[in-house]
């Protein structure tokens, strides 16, 4: 009987310089002819190494996020979805992963079904950055943080006061942003400051070299430690428990 050879995962070594040459190509030849003919430099400057990266981050996770689990699933497709898009380019430009709780599945955004809190990675020509949260949550996930925040102001301003949470992001992101206070709250809550957020995102640019370097790695995990915090309690008024082992 023949014995099966076991094949050792990629070990991630960093993006070589053909991953940004391949996405500032495909940004001028974005068009299926052109992708076709270079699939297989998608796949191996681009696709490979951010799946070993995803597995490596993941055990990582292991150890002080359990319940936030990279696979297969936390690779973005390359291709965009443009039934309902006036740009009909079919391919992103960019190259992106999420490392998602496990109980909510890897869908983010107003179409999730469950609208986890988790951690991002994204990279382009000049645009490189990490990031974490919740992104444009559905509104019954929405609703229910907003009313942990009313409930307990001084808890969430907790988290955006911590020093290492402070001096390595500043705050949340202020995209999608109501310019009033949403109904059902008085215009002078003392939380006025978070209730009008229809995102929960925090991030923050890293050099586009340091792709280049396995170190990305541990650049990845120490972002991902400073921004955990918020995402628990994100996951935790969502009915998403926290985990001390896989």
Same mark, same amino acid.
Request: hydrophobic share 40%.
């Given at each position: 009987?023949?014995?099966?050879?076991?094949?050792?995962?990629?070990?991630?070594?960093?993006?070589?310089?053909?991953?940004? @040459?391949?996405?500032?190509?495909?940004?001028?030849?974005?068009?299926?002819?052109?992708?076709?003919? +270079? @699939?297989?430099?998608?796949?191996?400057?681009?696709?490979?190494?951010?799946? &070993?990266?995803?597995?490596?981050?993941?055990?990582?996770?292991?150890?002080?996020?359990?319940?936030?689990?990279?696979?297969?699933?936390?690779?973005?497709? /390359?291709?965009?979805?443009?039934?309902?898009?006036?740009?009909?380019?079919?391919?992103?430009?960019?190259?992106?992963?999420?490392?998602?709780?496990?109980? &909510?599945?890897?869908?983010?955004?107003?179409? =999730?079904?469950?609208?986890?809190?988790?951690?991002?990675? +994204?990279?382009?020509?000049?645009?490189?950055?990490?990031?974490?949260?919740?992104?444009?949550?559905?509104?019954? =996930?929405?609703?229910?943080?907003?009313?942990? /925040?009313?409930? &307990?102001?001084?808890?969430?301003?907790?988290?955006?006061?911590?020093? &290492?949470?402070? @001096?390595?992001?500043?705050?949340?992101?202020?995209?999608?942003?109501?310019?009033?206070?949403? @109904?059902?709250?008085?215009?002078?809550?003392?939380?006025?400051?978070?209730?009008?957020?229809?995102?929960?995102?925090?991030?923050?640019?890293?050099?586009?070299?340091?792709?280049?370097?396995?170190?990305? /790695?541990?650049?990845?995990?120490?972002?991902?430690?400073?921004?955990?915090?918020?995402?628990?309690?994100?996951?935790?008024?969502?009915?998403?428990?926290?985990?001390?082992?896989?």
């Amino acid at each position: 009987m023949a014995v099966k050879k076991l094949v050792e995962p990629e070990r991630f070594e960093g993006f070589g310089p053909g991953a940004l @040459r391949f996405l500032r190509s495909l940004t001028r030849n974005n068009r299926k002819e052109w992708f076709e003919a +270079h @699939r297989a430099d998608y796949e191996r400057e681009i696709k490979r190494p951010l799946l &070993a990266l995803i597995e490596e981050v993941d055990v990582r996770l292991a150890s002080f996020a359990p319940e936030i689990v990279g696979t297969k699933k936390s690779l973005f497709r /390359i291709h965009r979805d443009v039934r309902f898009s006036k740009d009909k380019r079919p391919y992103k430009t960019h190259a992106a992963c999420w490392f998602y709780h496990r109980d &909510a599945g890897r869908s983010v955004g107003e179409n =999730a079904a469950h609208g986890g809190a988790g951690f991002y990675f +994204h990279f382009a020509p000049g645009e490189v950055f990490t990031g974490g949260g919740v992104w444009m949550p559905p509104r019954p =996930a929405l609703l229910r943080i907003r009313d942990a /925040i009313a409930e &307990a102001p001084e808890v969430f301003a907790d988290f955006m006061k911590a020093p &290492a949470f402070k @001096r390595r992001f500043g705050g949340l992101e202020r995209e999608h942003m109501l310019q009033r206070m949403p @109904r059902g709250f008085a215009p002078d809550h003392p939380a006025g400051e978070w209730l009008r957020f229809q995102s929960f995102t925090v991030g923050r640019a890293l050099d586009e070299a340091e792709i280049g370097s396995r170190r990305l /790695i541990d650049v990845l995990v120490k972002d991902y430690t400073v921004m955990l915090p918020l995402v628990r309690w994100i996951n935790g008024v969502s009915g998403l428990p926290e985990s001390t082992s896989r």
